[in-house]
């Protein structure tokens, strides 16, 4: 028995040591897992610089969002206030249809509600429904006659948060210059001048370039298209000449009677953009030959107030001239530095003071006479009204001021 039990002893500290030896198989086999476990450790390193870059791109597209956020939430803000101000106008509208006797009753004349009063009435909204809290508003309305037709022109003005800008408010502040292409002030009022100055509008679907603004705020621009008419400045029987050479009196002339036609058929101008023009005093002074001094000519001397669309008269063309040598209405240098060099303008207000057939007109930026008879680009001028207001564009060509 007990031999028995001393042979089966040595057996079981052998199995003890196998079971050692399997203990430290096991060991030595987890410290390989370990090691492969450190191995893939590492290999997710690799994948840690990429979560990091990834989580690097979101952080920076959140940033640009927050960035776009603001932006919008700006444009948000001023199309908001564009929003009021259409609210305004079909408010004023609707005012002055229950009260149609305070409608301005001539031409060129206007009148003007006070936002109060529309709130008051019911007709719009309190503005503390349509702003931020905090921001305060006053406004009105003006509303001019124009011909048939009424045109209505909103003021809004929320402190810093918006105010309603004019054209020529925006044109001024734009920037005003004493040398180089720009808008210069001479005199009572502000023109254009240099070889590429930024002066192009969009006035409903066409191209116009902006020759100044007058002194009462009005902005007078020049069709920039090329498709114009030609036609004859006048082309009657002059008994002077035996002849019809034309007789060179605006007032009776065949140029004032196409100007007047083109103006009732809405080609330049559309019928909604007729509303936006005015009257102004149309410069028809005629000229002596001899003295042709641009600082001695009095062009307007003689005014014709009662047409919507003009063509230009011979300073509009010869001012914009930077050369120091344009002198006079026939110097080859007042082409120079002059923006009219690439407007086929054609023909003027303006003829000569010396008989009574020859007229004034212009190709390329310089002044020409021939008889009024023969024909010649009719090239439109327009005035707009002072109160239209600025939408987009600082009046480069890809670019041009859009009104509202």
């Known amino acids: 028995m007990e031999n028995e039990e001393l042979k089966n002893k040595p057996e079981e500290e052998v199995t003890e040591e196998v079971e050692e030896n399997e203990l430290s198989d096991e060991t030595f086999t987890y410290s390989i897992d370990n090691n492969n476990v450190n ?26 969002g927050v960035l776009v956020f603001f932006a919008n939430r700006g444009r948000s ?95 001024i502040s734009d920037g005003v210059v004493t040398s180089g292409d720009g808008l210069y002030l001479m005199g009572d009022k502000y023109i254009y001048r240099g070889e590429y100055p930024n002066n192009y509008v969009k006035f409903g679907d066409k191209s116009w370039r902006i020759i100044g603004i007058n002194n009462d705020g009005s902005i007078k621009m020049i069709y920039d298209d090329k498709k114009v008419e030609r036609v004859a400045w006048d082309d009657r029987y002059n008994s002077d ?7 060179n009196d605006f007032r ?14 809405n080609n330049f101008v559309g019928k909604d953009y007729k509303k936006l023009l005015v009257k102004h005093d149309w410069c028809i002074g005629k000229i002596s030959e001899d003295d042709v001094l641009i600082n001695n000519m009095n062009l307007c001397s003689d005014t014709y107030n009662d047409l919507y669309i003009g063509v230009v008269d011979v300073s509009d063309i010869l001012l914009p001239s930077l050369d120091k040598k344009c002198d006079s209405m026939y110097d080859i240098e007042c082409t120079n530095y002059n923006y009219f060099l690439n407007i086929n303008t054609g ?56 009104i509202k």
Do not use: H
């Not at 809290?133 to 003006?142: A, F, H, L």
């Not at 918006?162 to 020529?168: A, G, K, Q, R």
């Not at 002044?367 to 024909?375: F, G, P, T």
């Open 252 to 265: 009776l002339s065949r140029l004032l009677e196409y100007l007047k036609k083109i103006y009732g058929e």
């Open 39 to 64: 191995n893939d450790y590492s290999k997710n390193d690799g994948n840690g610089s990429i979560i990091y870059v990834v989580v690097g791109i979101l952080i920076l597209f959140a940033i640009i």
């Open 77 to 171: 803000k001023i199309s908001g206030y564009n929003d009021i101000e259409s609210r305004m106008v079909s408010a004023a509208k609707n005012y002055y249809e229950k009260n149609s006797n305070l409608l301005p009753a001539m031409d060129d004349s206007s009148a003007s509600v006070s936002t109060d009063t529309l709130i008051e009435s019911s007709l719009l909204k309190p503005f503390s429904e349509m702003v931020d809290e905090g921001v305060n508003c006053t406004g009105s309305v003006k509303v001019y006659k124009v011909g048939d037709e009424y045109s209505y022109f909103p003021y809004l003005n929320c402190g810093n948060d918006y105010e309603s800008i004019t054209l020529s408010k925006k044109i």
């Open 241 to 247: 000449k035996e002849s019809y050479f034309g007789i």
């Open 347 to 402: 023909m003027t207000l303006n003829a000569s003071r010396d008989n009574s057939y020859v007229i004034f007109s212009s190709n390329d930026g310089s002044i020409m006479n021939k008889n009024a008879s023969i024909e010649g680009y009719a090239r439109p001028v327009i005035n707009i009204n002072s109160n239209v207001l600025y939408v987009d564009g600082d009046g480069t060509i890809d670019s041009p001021y859009i």
